[in-house]
């Protein structure tokens, strides 16, 4: 028997698998990346300057200055500005002219009926300062004001001047008025005294402090206009009725006067010459300082003229026009 052929299988080829590529150098080239990145990093923290950030604080809450909106007042007389609240009015103690008055007064609109309270601010001249006389004495402690009837007593600045505040109550010499509370305050600028008061009233003619803060407010506006370079006189004033003779002082800045003293005249309403005197320091030698000269002089008149001005020169050896300096104020005549 024949034997059965049998199939030959062909061998089956091995399949080659292909070469994986090695993920090495990217992973060298990702540290490398990162360590260039860091050392960078590290030089720019040490090199840049450093910035110190301010703590964090809440935002402060900034009160409104209820003064901003208040009207301004400026007496060319006295040297001085204040601010007043909007809907008050302001007068002057015998119909001067606002701008030259040396007495105003400050008020609220008030309404009894509505039972308002009428409120008034006073700025007036005391005349000079005398040497070593204290604020107790200009302010009146010992004569208008009482020891016994005083609430409050504090030293403050004006304007950067020193001054007292004293809240008293009136005393028996005030008719009508005996125990009202009031505000005043004094202060000096240049040999000069400045009087302040605060009061209000109500329907029933009895005096409160309700709104006393009220004077501080008004009080913290007050400036003085004058400097080293203005002429502060302080006898007669402003609009003064006058009779001879007539006592003229004040104080005049440095350089106006020349060996201890200069003009003084006296001029019509037309500006015709009256009268003229010299006016003499005060403190001898003192004309050659750099600080303001006080001075005194006196004139001898006969006019017929109802109105004039007083007028104060520079004592202008030179003689050139560039030179002179000059400061006046209205007069009247008895």
Partial sequence: MDPQPTDQVAPIAPVET???KSKLPWILVGIGLLIAIGVVAFIKMFT???VQRPPFSATPT??????????????????????????????????????????????????????ERCKSFEVAPYGDSKPNTSFEEMIGIGTHIQE???????????????????ES?????????VNEPII?????????????????????????????????????????????ESVVLTSPIANAAIVSPVTVSGTVPPGWMFE????????????????QGVGREV??????????????????????????????????????????KSYEIPVNFK
């Fill in 184 to 228: 005043e305050a004094v202060t000096t600028h240049y040999g000069k005294i400045y009087y302040f008061s605060y009061g209000e009233q109500q329907d029933t003619g009895i005096t409160t402090l309700e709104s006393a803060n009220l004077f501080d407010q008004i009080l913290s506006t007050f400036k003085f206009t004058d400097n080293h």
């Fill in 148 to 166: 016994n009837l005083i609430i409050s007593k504090s030293y403050i600045k004006i304007d950067n001047e020193r001054g007292l505040k004293v």
């Fill in 18 to 20: 292909p070469k994986q």
């Fill in 260 to 275: 201890g003293q200069l003009p003084i005249k006296l001029l019509d309403n037309n500006r015709k010459l009256i009268a």
């Fill in 62 to 115: 900034i009160e409104p200055d209820p003064t901003a909106i208040w009207h301004t007042y400026t007496n060319n007389y006295l040297n001085y500005s204040l601010k007043f609240p909007s809907d008050w009015e302001i007068s002057s103690q015998h119909g001067e002219e606002l701008e030259t008055a040396p007495y105003i007064t400050i008020s609220s609109p008030c309404d009894y009926a509505a039972h």
């Fill in 283 to 324: 403190t001898p030698g003192s004309w050659q300082s750099s600080e303001p000269v006080k001075f005194t002089g006196t004139l001898t008149f006969t006019t017929t003229a109802k109105s004039g001005f007083l007028l104060i020169e520079n004592d202008n050896p030179s003689g050139l026009p560039e030179n002179s």
């Fill in 169 to 177: 109550h009136l005393g028996p010499q005030y008719i009508g008025h």
């Fill in 48 to 50: 840049m300057p450093y």
